[in-house]
């Protein structure tokens, strides 16, 4: 199983981020995996943002819940995450990760059995 992150790059304040995972190797539709999204803003850790199931049940970070949705497209096999109104502060290297069991807030990487290589996004006018 691979995943491939892949989005805008350069994204300006107020507006709304969608990134997409692509998911080859696999099917997710038959997967009972659950899919995460991880962000690694400059100099600074991992931050946990927020989980699918395969089922389609969510749970995000309560920080970020309020400007942040996940979805996945089994049809496409893909992820996706938004995130509303973004500043300067959601410049980061965004992942996406998946798991066989539920992980939810901050964990080691080697957590998850697969990760993405991660799509920068800078949030700037």
């Known amino acids: 199983v691979q995943l491939q992150e892949s989005g805008p790059g350069l994204v300006k304040p107020s507006q709304t981020l969608s990134l997409s995972c692509t998911v080859s190797?696999?099917?997710?539709?038959?997967?009972?995996?659950?899919w995460a999204w991880i962000r690694q803003p400059p100099g600074k850790g991992l931050e946990w943002m927020g989980v699918?199931?395969?089922?389609?049940?969510?749970y995000y970070s309560p920080s970020l819940e309020s400007r942040t949705s996940i979805a996945r497209d089994t049809s496409n096999n893909q992820g996706t995450l938004t995130k509303s109104s973004v500043t300067p502060d959601d410049t980061a290297v965004y992942y996406c990760?998946?798991?066989?069991?539920?992980?939810?807030?901050?964990?080691?990487?080697?957590?998850?059995?697969?990760w993405g290589q991660g799509t920068p996004v800078t949030v700037s006018s």
């Open positions: 990760a998946a798991s066989k069991t539920l992980i939810v807030g901050e964990t080691p990487k080697e957590s998850y059995d697969y």
């Open positions: 190797g696999a099917s997710m539709a038959t997967l009972f995996y659950y």
């Open positions: 699918i199931s395969y089922s389609g049940s969510t």
